[in-house]
């Protein structure tokens, strides 16, 4: 009877080929099994907003005058006589004194002039700044400051800026309004796998957006649009659903 011979590279090899062919089924047995035993979940993005007005202004008029050095003293003067007769303006109007606030008189040197050679000049300048929740009368101030200009007043009289005081509080509500707004897109994405959408997982609120009627002017950190009375206010949310 002839002698058989046992290869034993061959049965190493085989050996080494069956234990990682078994390796191979636990780690594909363990991954199924985790994979069954997590959520599945669906992240969507909602948004909500809200028109809304104004409720605070801000309005800003500068009195300046141009000087030499040695006209310095009748500038302040009449920077200051200016200011007097803005803020006694203001008042007729019907704003009230608390409202109003002045800072105070400053000199800047003119460096253009310096560098051209030509005499030191300097521009004599304060500002004066009403505050105040009446928007409208601010509004309308604003739109008529020509009637200060023709009275010979020198004057620099700054774009009214308009606010909303309760924004802290808008942006709450409107953060749960684009919350419920991403939970029905997720629904309508869920619903075409046939899916459904089940309790949150997560949440993250998105940049306040203050902006203009119909305008599209969004910014990555959020935008604020001082120049109108009415606004839109939008809030986005990012959230992230259990899907059954």
């Given at each position: 009877m002839p002698t058989r011979f046992i290869d034993r590279p061959s049965v190493a090899a085989a050996l080494v080929i069956g234990g990682f062919v078994l390796l191979t089924g636990i780690i594909f047995s363990w991954s199924f099994?985790?994979?069954?035993?997590?959520?599945?979940?669906?992240?969507v993005t909602g948004s909500a907003k809200v028109a809304v007005?104004?409720?605070?202004?801000?309005?800003t008029i500068e009195a300046y005058r141009p000087a030499l050095q040695s006209e310095l003293n009748s500038a302040y003067a009449q920077v200051a006589s200016d200011i007097v007769a803005v803020k006694s303006y203001l008042v007729s109007q019907g704003v009230p004194a608390e409202a109003i606030t002045t800072n105070t008189i400053t000199a800047d040197q003119d460096w253009s002039s310096s560098n051209n050679g030509g005499p030191t000049r300097y521009r004599v300048h304060q500002e004066i700044t009403v505050a105040s929740a009446d928007v409208e009368k601010v509004q309308a101030l604003a739109q008529n400051v020509t009637t200060l200009i023709a009275r010979g007043y020198s004057i620099s009289p700054r774009q009214p800026e308009f606010y909303v005081s309760n924004l802290p509080e808008l942006r709450v509500s409107l953060l749960g309004e684009a919350i419920a707004d991403a939970k029905v897109r997720a629904q309508e994405i869920a619903k075409s796998g046939g899916s459904s959408v089940g309790k949150i997982k997560s949440a993250s609120s998105g940049v306040v957006q203050v902006m203009a009627p119909n305008s599209t002017n969004v910014e990555d950190y959020g935008s604020y649009d001082t120049l109108t009375v009415d606004k839109e206010v939008s809030v986005t949310a990012r959230a992230t659903f259990i899907v059954r």
């Open positions: 099994i985790a994979a069954r035993g997590s959520d599945d979940t669906i992240s007005k104004a409720d605070q202004a801000k309005w």
